[in-house]
Nanobody
């Protein structure tokens, strides 16, 4: 059974950086594509970033492109989200997800089979 546990969230000032980690069950990131989503209060869960199982190509929401970087370390069973130049609009609970997604569905939460419980990111001065 796949288990995902996020960590690394916290309070950061605008312009600051955080690195989120998603530790998974053994071999998860060598079997599944990985994604990060976020949900702000009163809003729907939205796509943030994705990394393909095969080839490792990455995809981003327009709102984070150039500021966030998704990566993985299969040896450590960990998915990462490096977040730079954070803005207040990035405040949300961040979730990692794993799934055998096809390219046309990577921005849809329904395409992912496994989810973590989330980690809170707050960007405020």
């Amino acid at each position: 059974q796949v288990q995902l546990v996020e960590s690394g969230g916290g309070l950061v000032q605008p312009g600051g950086s955080l690195r989120l980690s998603c530790e998974a069950s053994e071999y998860t990131w060598s079997q599944y594509s990985g994604g990060w989503f976020r949900q702000a209060p009163g809003k729907e869960r939205e796509f943030v970033a994705h990394i393909r199982l095969s080839g490792g190509r990455t995809y981003y929401a327009d709102s984070v492109k150039g500021r966030f970087t998704i990566s993985r370390d299969n040896a450590k069973n960990t998915l990462y989200l490096q977040m730079n130049n954070l803005i207040p609009e990035d405040t949300a609970i961040y979730y990692c997800a794993a799934g055998r997604t096809i390219l046309s569905t990577i921005r849809s939460a329904e395409a992912y089979n496994h989810w973590g419980r989330g980690t809170q990111v707050t960007v405020s001065s």
